[in-house]
C-alpha cells in the first residue's frame, strides 16, 4: 500500500500504531530498522513520528500530516509510538512475555487519557465537578433516548437489505430471500 501510495502520489495518510510488540514478539526481533518511519522515507514518503500517547501531539502530527498530503497530493507516513497495555487478543497472555509492573506503569504514568485530562484541568478546563455535571447529563439523555427508542415502532426486517447496496451482492440477496420466506 506505501509503495502504490507513493507511486500514484495518493493524497492519503497512513497512520501505523507502533506499540511495541507483534502479537507476543518484541519489535526489536521483528526488524533492525528504526521502527516504522524508515520504511515510509524508504518509498518516498514524508514519514512522521510521534509520541501515540500524546493527544495534542498526535493532533498536531495528523493536522499538519493532512495538510501536507492535500497541498502536497503525497502520501504521508505516521509512526505513532505507543504502548498496548491489554492482551493482543482473547487468546493471549500477555504477562506471559512481559511483567505486569512494566504494563501498570505504561498505564499509569504513559496513559493518553489521564495526560490530556491532567492537561486540561492544568488550564482550569476540566474538573471533577464538571465531569460528574456531564456524567448526569448524559445519563438522563440515554436514558430519554431509550424511553424514546423502546416506544417507537420497531422497522420491519423486510427492509433490512434495501439501503446499504444499489444492487446488493448474490450473498445479501440469498439472505433477502429467507427473511421474506419466513
Known sequence: ALNFAAVMEAPVLFICRNNGWAISTPTSDQFRSDGVVVKGRAYGIRSIRVDGNDALAMYSAVHAAREMAVR???????????YRVGHHSTSDDSTRYRSADEIEWWN????PLS????????????????????RSRIKKEMLEALRVAEKSEKPNLKNMFSDVYDVPPSNLREQELLVRQT
Open 115 to 134: 495526560r490530556f485530562r491532567t492537561w486540561i484541568e492544568s488550564h482550569g478546563w476540566w474538573s471533577d465537578e464538571a465531569e460528574s455535571d456531564l
Open 72 to 82: 502536497e497530493q503525497r502520501p504521508i507516513l505516521i509512526e505513532a509510538l505507543t
Open 108 to 111: 499509569k504514568a504513559r496513559n
